[in-house]
């Protein structure tokens, strides 16, 4: 967490359900980081380093200085062990999962996603949990507009798996 770029959120790494496990990543390089916490030695220990070349995971490159990751419960498992990638005003979208083999794409997309194109630098994300189960398996796309309160919703109710 050294640039203005670097972002750090919780994932469910392993499936447990439990948020185990921290990604770290820059914008616009690549570089991306799964940490297990050490606690014998009481630090952070990479499970998943892509740090040289920096080819981002999964077939998603986070070569943006736009792209933003979160973790995502894709299919409905009630667990939070899928990254999404979105890159607003270039629409890009992107889900990707792990597999014994390493990580693949579960679904891309340069359109946009549910009917949005993020097509606009205000358009953001966020994952909730739509039918109160506890699971973040839903996702809200939110655009900024002048003189508006407080955004325009696109929901995207469930749509995988």
Excluded at 47 to 63: D, H, L, T
Excluded at 70 to 98: C, I, M
Aim: glycine share 12%; hydrophobic share 35%; aromatic share 14%.
């Amino acid at each position: 967490m050294l640039d203005w770029q670097d972002r750090m959120f919780a994932f469910d790494y392993d499936s447990s359900g439990k948020i185990n496990r921290l990604v770290a990543y820059r914008r616009g390089n690549g570089a991306i980081f799964i940490l297990k916490n050490d606690p014998g030695n009481k630090s952070f220990v990479p499970v998943y380093m892509e740090g040289r070349p920096r080819n981002g995971i999964g077939g998603y490159g986070i070569k943006s200085d736009m792209d933003t990751v979160f973790a995502f419960d894709w299919n409905h498992s009630g667990h939070a062990d899928h990254l999404v990638f979105y890159t607003p005003s270039e629409k890009g979208f992107a889900g990707v999962g792990r597999t014994e083999s390493g990580w693949s794409t579960v679904f891309s997309s340069d359109e946009g996603v549910g009917g949005s194109s993020l097509d606009n630098s205000t358009d953001a994300i966020t994952p909730f949990g739509y039918l109160g189960s506890g699971s973040m398996d839903t996702l809200v796309v939110s655009r900024r507009e002048a003189d508006k309160w407080p955004v325009l919703f696109w929901s995207i109710l469930r749509c995988w798996a």
